[in-house]
């Protein structure tokens, strides 16, 4: 157990619909990033939050979208979903900037 | 910028055989060079870490990665595999301070044979 839970654990949706998937950090981790892996794509870094900030993007699509509350937590807003989003979505959190990354169990998201 | 290449996206091995992952990574700075391991239905965990001290790693699970900047390699090893360490294992690469942006390789799945 890393200590990154993350929830729902599974997704399932319609194309075209609206989905938020809520990630905790570890306790006293202030960084907290997004991962989507996909069979065709891999493992892709989505967005990086610190402390609250927006830190670093990837390859995060214009209709997501994150945040990171004042208590840590993070939520990625997936929305006008296609079949292609389906994918593992994982959260990884670390004490700041440059140091290890955590991940969190991961949500399924399947959109049919 | 920083990638890295993970060569063989399958490897089969016997129990108790040697596992050699191979790992090559580009980064215009120092690099720090990551190894997970995925178990199905699960998460990433850490495997080690490389951070510019020691050129060789030790991990958990009885597994090690050298650090060879000339070949700019990070080849992760097990003297003897064990049953339990099938698994996909993922290197990644990130930038030594400021933006951690990790980059992952497309993983190795790692199969065990009896």
């Known amino acids: 157990d890393s200590g990154v839970t993350q929830t729902p654990k599974h997704l399932i949706t319609a194309t075209g619909q609206r989905v938020t998937l809520r990630c905790s950090p570890r306790?006293?981790?202030?960084?907290v990033y997004w991962y989507q892996q996909s069979l065709d794509q891999g493992l892709q870094f989505l967005i990086h939050?610190?402390?609250?900030?927006?830190?670093a993007k990837g390859n995060i699509l214009e209709r997501f979208s994150a945040q990171q509350f004042p208590d840590l937590h993070s939520e990625l807003n997936l929305s006008s979903l296609e079949l292609g989003d389906s994918a593992l979505y994982f959260c990884?959190?670390?004490?700041?900037?440059?140091?290890?990354?955590?991940f969190g169990p991961g949500t399924r998201l399947t959109v049919l | 910028a920083q990638s890295v290449t993970q060569l063989g996206s399958h490897v089969s091995v016997s129990e108790g055989a040697l596992v050699l992952l191979r790992c090559n990574y580009s980064?215009?700075?120092?690099?720090?060079l990551f190894w997970y391991v995925q178990y199905p239905n699960q998460g990433l965990q850490l495997l080690l870490k490389y951070t510019s001290a020691a050129t060789l790693v030790k991990g958990i699970n009885g597994f090690e990665a050298e650090f060879k900047k000339s070949e700019t390699s990070f080849h992760l090893t097990k003297p003897s595999a064990h049953m339990s360490d099938a698994a996909e294992y993922f290197c990644?690469?990130?930038?030594?301070?400021?933006?951690?942006?990790?980059?992952f390789g497309a993983g190795t799945r790692l199969t065990v044979k009896p």
């Open positions: 990884a959190s670390s004490v700041g900037v440059a140091d290890t990354q955590y």
């Open positions: 939050y610190y402390n609250g900030e927006e830190r």
């Open positions: 306790s006293g981790d202030l960084s």
């Open positions: 990644a690469v990130s930038g030594a301070l400021g933006n951690n942006d990790m980059r």
């Open positions: 980064s215009s700075v120092p690099p720090y």
